[in-house]
């Protein structure tokens, strides 16, 4: 008699279940292990714009590219940053955080909602000074240029939705009563456009911790610093200023 070396039925329903139960556990690694990917990438995005801005002021003695230019129109593409230093980077793509969606490269000002790594407000120029300041920002007005952010992650999507991802707002957020430059700009790991979308756009403008995002502040946000460094952040670090990240956000 010959014995049979065939599979049973219950065999192979153990084996897909081994099978199934394998994958659950390892799903979850992997999918960590692309997000840690495209951190690096993202860092990597924030300090070419990082090295593409200081290649700008010192062809302007040393002045930062304004966010916004409030001085000119809106039909003017250098009216926001991103126009202002693409002549300084390659590829537009290092405009685009990997792990966004709905993102791309803001253009110009009817596409400004569309960016994903925000240039502080900071640096804003506007002559009225509603959002931004009657002069440009200068290099010299950074006394720790290591605890200054000049680049964040944002949330992305149709301007017409009040995504304005192209810049973050440090002086919309939780302000610091002991010393005015910790106060922070709004900031989750949850998109703040949509949860807050019955504030105008000019009460927006947060950052978005999108790497690892649990919903309860513990995601990353990637952040370039003033002295060239890049580095992430979770939103409750962040939040928590001087007991947290203890970061110079409002350097002006």
Not at 5 to 10: D, G
Not at 61 to 66: I, Q, S
Not at 177 to 203: F, M
Request: hydrophobic content about 40%; charged content about 20%; glycine content about 8%.
């Amino acid at each position: 008699m010959v014995k049979s070396t065939a599979f049973t039925l219950v065999e192979l329903i153990g084996v897909i279940a081994i099978i199934a139960v394998l994958t659950a556990l390892l799903l979850p690694t992997f999918a960590q292990a692309r997000e840690r990917g495209r951190v690096t990438r993202c860092l990597s995005h924030a300090h070419q714009l990082g090295l593409a801005v200081y290649t700008y002021t010192q062809d302007y003695d040393e002045a930062l590219p304004p966010s916004t230019n409030y001085a000119v129109s809106t039909s003017v593409p250098e009216r926001i940053w991103t126009r202002l230093i693409q002549p300084y980077v390659r590829d537009t793509r290092i405009f685009v955080c990997p792990s966004a969606s709905s993102a791309g490269f803001p253009a110009d000002w009817s596409g400004r909602g569309i960016g994903s790594i925000g240039y502080t407000a900071a640096t804003a120029y506007d002559p009225l000074e509603r959002e931004g300041f009657s002069t440009p920002a200068v290099l010299a007005q950074m006394d720790e240029p290591a605890r200054i952010p000049l680049f964040g992650d944002t949330p992305s999507g149709p301007t017409a939705q009040k995504y304005r991802g192209y810049v973050f707002d440090p002086y919309v957020g939780q302000p610091n009563s002991t010393d005015p430059r910790l106060g922070t700009p709004l900031v989750a790991d949850r998109d703040l456009v949509r949860e807050l979308n019955h504030l105008p756009p000019a009460q927006l403008k947060p950052l978005y911790a999108r790497h690892f995002a649990t919903g309860d502040n513990h995601g990353l946000a990637t952040l370039l610093f003033a002295d060239g460094h890049a580095k992430t952040f979770s939103a409750a670090s962040i939040l928590a200023q001087e007991r947290g990240a203890n970061l110079l956000w409002r350097f002006r």
